[in-house]
């Protein structure tokens, strides 16, 4: 009887055992699947907080200190939402954000838009170059040094890789933005005053104010990431199983992309803002600046941040602007297609380097004005891509199931109309800026 017991137990502890080593098993699968979809998500997310969002960021912290922080909040939200729309659509149709704005709403409309977005995305690339080349300049290397050598390697990477290589290396660079967060805590915030203004808000009507967070909104959601989030998708060849890990990498690279945001918008206002730098004209401005309250370290680090920062966004922009272009005109597009099977695409990719890095090389290049121009056409653009992403991703025709849901289509509409309604007063805001200047 006690050998029957015995064996009872013994039976009982090996299924207990035998259930925690499945869970575990399929916890690590769980894992290492999320690290195969890992991409997209985080690269796009990450990409927004180029050389100029990083001097939004900057321009936050010092005019603002931590007031804005609570901003944060909302905009991850926004992100989410956003970003996940566009890669259901990428996953559920198999197309490009592009492909499904020509077939649902015509080849003029798709015109307009991607004429916009190119004349959009030119502008940016030819300030992330200037952005590499301010970094540079910081730690005494001359522009005519930088911007041929990193145009060169981003051409190589993208043209003469794959998919899966150049995913790596675009996550890869991402690790780069770690650097914010020693940044800011070199900096010596006062981390009461930090988490105060997260969940403090101290609204104002000034116009700054109104300004500023219209720029964050701008910053954070802008067109091209919607299209390179999508197409990377679809050129991962996901189907609908792989939905929920898709969404986690939109969550995590949304979230990781939003705290680099606020550890920037805390390094400026501990440095800047607390001591009476109010206004700065770039990032590489603001680096500069850290230099005699935080140290050598903090401004190297918020110089090393500015640089890889710029590197992505000066991969991530010209992609997408191949990819929405190619899509919108009908031709094959790519990353593991060689020049003959995608002529167009590469050759789009080609040229906005070209013309990116040797715009970059002029001296005196009106940087600031150059940002405030494609920040108005970008904050025209955005509402009519956000119409049209959630029109798409509640059209049952196209989505089936997967449609948007009436909670979250009521979400959608309600982030585009107070997307809109921001847009309209930051073009009307930039305009004035441009002719004041």
């Not at 009982?12 to 290492?32: I, N, P, T």
């Not at 999320?34 to 912290?61: K, Q």
């Amino acid at each position: 009887m006690n050998g029957r017991r015995f064996s009872a137990r013994k039976l009982a502890q090996s299924l207990r055992s035998g259930r925690s080593r499945l869970r575990k098993r399929l916890s690590d699968y769980r894992f290492y699947a999320y690290l195969a979809v890992l991409g997209p998500g985080m690269i796009a997310a990450n990409a927004g907080n180029d050389a100029s969002g990083i001097a939004t960021y900057s321009s936050v912290g010092a005019e603002f200190g931590y007031t804005l922080m609570w901003a944060f909040i909302p905009m991850v939200f926004a992100l989410i939402i956003v970003q996940e729309m566009c890669v259901r659509m990428g996953v559920v149709t198999g197309q490009g954000l592009a492909d499904l704005i020509r077939e649902q709403f015509g080849v003029r409309w798709t015109a307009l838009i991607m004429l916009a977005l190119l004349i959009a995305n030119t502008g940016v690339i030819i300030s992330e170059f200037v952005g590499i080349a301010q970094a540079s300049e910081l730690f005494g290397i001359p522009r005519f040094v930088t911007i041929p050598i990193t145009a060169g390697l981003i051409w190589w990477l993208v043209v003469r890789g794959n998919a899966k290589r150049v995913e790596r290396v675009f996550l890869v660079m991402s690790l780069v933005f770690l650097t914010y967060i020693a940044s800011a805590y070199l900096s010596q915030p006062d981390w009461s005053a930090v988490g105060e203004g997260f969940v403090r808000p101290k609204l104002s009507g000034e116009s700054n104010y109104l300004f500023m967070i219209m720029a964050l909104i701008g910053t954070t959601i802008t067109p091209f990431m919607q299209v390179f989030v999508q197409s990377s998708v679809v050129e991962k060849q996901m189907d609908e199983e792989d939905l929920p890990l898709v969404r986690a990498d939109v969550i995590v690279g949304s979230v990781f992309a939003l705290a680099i945001a606020a550890f920037i918008v805390i390094s400026a206002g501990a440095t800047l803002h607390a001591n009476g730098v109010f206004a700065i004209d770039s990032a590489a401005t603001a680096a500069e600046a850290f230099e005699p309250v935080a140290g050598t370290y903090a401004k190297y680090l918020f110089a090393v941040g500015l640089f890889g920062a710029a590197m992505l966004a000066m991969g991530v922009l010209p992609l997408a602007t191949a990819y929405s272009l190619s899509e919108a005109l009908g031709f094959e597009k790519g990353l593991s297609r060689s020049f003959r099977e995608a002529p167009i695409f590469i050759g789009i990719f080609t040229t906005l380097i070209v013309v990116g890095a040797v715009v970059a090389l002029i001296p005196g290049i009106p940087q600031i004005t150059l940002l405030l121009f494609t920040q108005a056409v970008n904050g025209l653009l955005l509402p009519i891509i956000l119409i049209a992403v959630v029109k798409l991703s509640s059209n049952a025709e196209i989505m089936g199931k997967h449609a948007n849901k009436p909670a979250f289509k009521i979400a959608a509409w309600t982030l585009t109309a107070i997307i809109a309604t921001l847009s309209v007063g930051l073009i009307a805001r930039t305009i004035a800026d441009i002719f004041a200047k």
